[in-house]
C-alpha cells in the first residue's frame, strides 16, 4: 500500500503560479510512476500529466502544455507539479495517483491522494 499526502494549493489570481506537492509513504516511491489529474465541478476526473519511474519521461494534456510541469525527487518521496500562468479552467481539485506504468488513463492507478483544491480568479 502507498499514502499519498497532496498539498501545496490554493487562491491565486489568473498569470499566477502554484507547486503542487504530493509526498508519499509505505512502499517503495520509485517503483512507481506518478500521475497528476484534477477535477472541476460537475465534470469528470481529467488527466492532467505523468512521470516514469526514472523522472526520465513526462506526458501532459494539451492544455497544460508549456504551463505545467512534473517533477519528482525519489530521494524525498515526492512528485512535484508546478504551475506556471494559472487559468481560471485550471481551477479543480488536484489529485496525485501511483501505478505502474505512466499512462494517462485513471484506472491504471492503483493509489490515490486525497486531493487539493487550486482556485484561481480571474
Known amino acids: 500500500q502507498v499514502q499519498l499526502v497532496e498539498s501545496g494549493g490554493g487562491l491565486v489570481q489568473a498569470g499566477g503560479s502554484l507547486r503542487l506537492s504530493c509526498a508519499a509513504s509505505?512502499?517503495?516511491?520509485?517503483?512507481?510512476?506518478m500521475g497528476w489529474f484534477r477535477q472541476a465541478p460537475g465534470k469528470e476526473r481529467e488527466f492532467v500529466a505523468t512521470?516514469?519511474?526514472?523522472?526520465?519521461?513526462?506526458y501532459y494534456e494539451d492544455s497544460v502544455k508549456g504551463r505545467f510541469t512534473i517533477s519528482r525527487e525519489n530521494a524525498k518521496n515526492t512528485v512535484y507539479l508546478q504551475m506556471n500562468s494559472l487559468k481560471t479552467e485550471d481551477t479543480a481539485v488536484y489529485y496525485c495517483?501511483?501505478?505502474?506504468?505512466?499512462?494517462?488513463?485513471?484506472?491504471?492507478?492503483?493509489?490515490w491522494g486525497q486531493g487539493t483544491q487550486v482556485t484561481v480568479s480571474s
Open positions: 509505505g512502499r517503495t516511491f520509485s517503483n512507481f510512476a
Open positions: 512521470i516514469t519511474q526514472s523522472g526520465s519521461n513526462t
Open positions: 495517483a501511483a501505478g505502474n506504468v505512466a499512462v494517462t488513463a485513471s484506472l491504471y492507478y492503483r493509489h
